[in-house]
C-alpha cells in the first residue's frame, strides 16, 4: 500500500458520469444532502455564524485566482464547501437571527427546490419552460387578485391571454421596481404626432419634444435605494429622484408631496410617477396610500408602491386595512423570498391594468415573437429560473389562513417586544411598530430623563455618546455570535432630528419567542457593563447628571 491519494481524471466518461451518475447513498454529498434535509434549521448549530472567524480569515479560503486545471472528485468539493462555506455561513433561519428581512423557511422548500433544479427551466420562452409559464402567469394573478380584488371573469380573460401581462416575475424588489417605473417612464412619453416614443427615441428627444425640462419620480425619504438606482438606469438623474419630508411616524407629508409636485410643475419638471411604500425598510410603516392615489391622479403620475415587504399583510383580515389605497396603485412590488417565505432570488410585479406593461414590451425573431406567449417580452431579465413554482407551493401549502397566522403572529410578536422594551429600563423604544419592524437603543432611564431636560447642545453631546454605545453593543453581539440585531440611523423628532444610531429588529420568523427576545435585551444589557465600552458610559453618565442638574437648578430659580 503507497498510501497515494487517489486523484479525480478529466476525460469525456467522467464528463459524461458527471452530468448522468448521481452520488452514491453513502456518499460525503449524500450524507450533506440528507442532513440539511432533515434538519434544516439547526444545519449551522445554535449560533448565527457557525464558526466565529474574522472576514479576513475566511478570504484566505478564497483566495486562488485560477481556475484549476485539473479536476476534484464532487465529494472533495462537498467537504470544502462545508468546512469553509457553511461552517462560515450566516444562519439567517435562526430564531435569534432578527436583524434583517431574512427568516427561516417552510421546510418543504428545500426538497421542492430540487424539482425547479433538475428541470432547469428558462422562463424567456414556452420552448424552455412549456408547463411553467402558465405556472407563472397564474402565480401572477394570484397576487394580482390580492391586491386588486378583481372578479372571476377578469382573470379567466386575462391571465393566459398573451397579448397581456398581469405583471412581472423578477429576481427582487430591486428589478420589480425597476420594472414597475420603466412602465411609468414609457407610458409617461407614448408616441404622438411625429414622435415615435420614448423607447424608439430615447429621454432626451422625449423631453424636447414634450416641451419638459426633466422627469422625477417622487418618494418619501425612507424610499428604499433600488429607487435611486431606478432613476439612475432610467436616465432620470438621481437628483430626479426627489425626497419627500416625512411626518413623525415616517410616513409621508401628503402636504408637502402635492406642495412638491406643483413645485416641479411650475420648473417644467414632469412627475411620471409618485412612489408609496408599504413597509419601509427601516421602520416598517405604511405611507397614507390613499391620499398618495389621489395626488398621482392629480397630476396625471404613476401610481406605484413599493410592497416588498407589507405586501404579504393582505392576507390578514385584522391587518389588511393599514394597507388601504394600495388596490389603487397602477404597479405594486412584492418580494417573495421577504414575507411569502420562499428562498432568495423571486420578486414581482403587479399592474392594476393589463395593457400597462406592453409600454415595454421587446421582440426577438428567434425567440420572444410578437404574439406568443413568451413571458420574456415584458420581463427586464431574460433567462430566469421558474422562481414561480417555489411561489405557487407556498400559496398553496401554507394559503390564505397560513400567510394570516404568520402575518399576524409577527406584528402581534412585534408589539409585545416594544412592550418588553417600555419595561426596561436601559433601553428606550424609538419608532413603535406598525407592522412587525421597530428600532430601539441601549439609553438607561436617568439618561432619558436628562434628554427630556438637556439644552439643545446638551442633547446633542448626550446622542453622540449614545451612537457609540449603541453601535459597539450591535457589534459586539453580532460577533459574538448568539444573537443579531441590526443597526441604522434615525432622526426622531423628539431630538430635534438629531441622526440618531438604533437598533433595528424584523420579527418575521415564527419559530422566534419571547425567551429568545429577552435573552437579547439581557445580552446587550451585559454588553454594555464590558470594560471595553466602560469610558464612554463614565462620559454619557457625567453629561446626564450635568444636563438633569442644569434642570434642577432652573426650577429652583424659578
Not at 260 to 269: P, Y
Not at 288 to 308: K, N, Q, S, T, Y
Not at 541 to 549: I, N, W
Request: with cysteine; glycine share 6%; proline share 4%.
Amino acid at each position: 500500500m503507497t498510501g497515494k491519494k487517489k486523484s479525480a481524471q478529466a476525460s469525456i466518461e467522467a464528463m459524461h458520469r458527471v452530468f448522468t451518475v448521481p452520488e452514491a447513498p453513502e456518499s460525503t454529498l449524500s450524507r450533506i444532502d440528507q442532513n440539511i434535509s432533515r434538519n434544516l434549521a439547526g444545519f449551522l448549530q445554535e449560533h448565527i455564524v457557525a464558526v466565529e472567524r474574522d472576514l479576513s480569515e475566511v478570504e484566505k479560503d478564497f483566495s486562488d485566482y485560477a481556475i484549476p486545471e485539473k479536476p476534484i472528485f464532487v465529494s472533495e468539493q462537498a467537504q470544502f464547501l462545508l468546512e469553509k462555506l457553511v461552517a462560515n455561513s450566516v444562519h439567517t433561519a435562526s430564531p435569534s437571527f432578527i436583524g434583517h428581512m431574512t427568516s427561516a423557511l417552510p421546510y418543504f422548500m428545500l426538497p421542492l427546490s430540487k424539482i425547479m433544479i433538475a428541470l432547469n427551466q428558462n422562463l424567456v420562452k414556452t420552448e424552455t419552460s412549456k408547463a411553467f409559464t402558465p405556472m407563472e402567469r397564474q402565480v401572477l394573478g394570484m397576487i394580482h387578485r390580492l391586491v386588486y380584488e378583481q372578479d372571476g371573469a377578469f382573470y379567466r380573460k386575462y391571465m393566459h391571454d398573451p397579448r397581456h401581462a398581469l405583471g412581472a416575475m423578477c429576481s427582487g424588489g430591486t428589478v420589480a421596481n425597476l420594472t414597475a417605473l420603466w412602465v411609468a417612464r414609457n407610458n409617461a412619453f407614448p408616441a404622438e404626432g411625429s414622435f415615435r416614443g420614448i423607447h424608439q427615441e430615447g429621454l432626451f428627444r422625449a423631453l424636447r419634444y414634450y416641451g419638459c425640462e426633466g422627469a422625477a419620480i417622487l418618494v418619501s425619504r425612507r424610499g428604499h435605494y433600488s429607487l435611486r438606482k431606478a432613476a439612475d438606469v432610467l436616465g432620470l438623474g438621481r437628483e430626479f429622484l426627489v425626497p419627500v419630508d416625512t411626518d413623525d411616524e415616517n410616513k409621508i407629508q401628503t402636504d408637502a408631496l402635492r406642495e412638491k409636485c406643483l413645485e416641479l410643475h411650475r420648473q417644467k419638471i414632469r412627475v411620471i410617477a409618485i412612489c408609496g411604500i408599504a413597509g419601509t425598510t427601516e421602520t416598517g410603516n405604511v405611507d397614507p396610500l390613499d391620499a398618495m392615489a389621489d395626488i398621482a391622479r392629480e397630476f396625471g403620475a404613476h401610481f406605484h408602491v413599493d410592497a416588498a415587504w407589507g405586501g404579504p399583510t393582505l392576507f390578514s383580515r385584522t391587518h389588511r386595512h393599514l394597507l388601504r389605497g394600495i388596490e389603487k396603485a397602477d404597479s405594486v412590488t412584492f418580494d417573495a423570498h421577504k414575507q411569502l417565505y420562499v428562498p432568495m432570488g423571486a420578486g414581482l410585479v403587479v399592474f392594476r391594468d393589463p395593457a400597462l406593461a406592453s409600454a415595454v414590451e421587446h421582440h426577438a425573431q428567434y425567440i420572444i415573437r410578437k404574439g406568443s406567449r413568451d413571458l420574456g417580452s415584458t420581463t427586464l431579465e431574460g433567462s430566469r429560473p421558474g422562481m414561480s413554482m417555489l411561489i405557487q407551493s407556498g400559496l398553496k401549502i401554507l394559503a390564505r389562513e397560513g400567510y394570516e397566522i404568520l402575518i399576524d403572529q409577527g406584528i402581534d410578536k412585534a408589539r409585545t417586544f416594544a412592550e418588553m422594551i417600555d419595561n426596561e429600563p436601559d433601553f428606550e423604544l424609538i419608532t413603535r411598530p406598525e407592522l412587525n419592524i421597530l428600532t430601539y437603543r441601549y439609553c438607561p432611564k436617568n439618561v432619558q430623563d436628562a434628554l427630556a431636560s438637556a439644552t439643545v447642545d446638551q442633547a446633542e453631546k448626550i446622542n453622540t455618546c449614545l451612537n457609540r454605545i449603541t453601535k459597539f453593543i450591535q457589534k459586539t453581539q453580532r460577533e459574538r455570535g448568539k444573537a443579531f440585531v441590526s443597526r441604522t440611523r434615525l432622526e426622531p423628532a423628539r431630538y430635534g432630528h438629531f441622526p440618531s444610531i438604533v437598533f433595528r429588529v424584523v420579527l418575521a420568523n415564527p419559530l422566534t419567542t419571547r425567551e429568545i427576545l429577552a435573552d437579547i435585551l439581557a445580552e446587550q444589557r451585559e454588553l454594555a457593563k464590558e470594560e471595553d465600552i466602560q469610558d464612554e458610559i463614565a462620559i454619557l453618565q457625567q453629561m446626564a447628571d450635568a444636563a438633569s442638574g442644569g434642570a434642577e437648578r432652573n426650577i429652583r430659580h424659578a
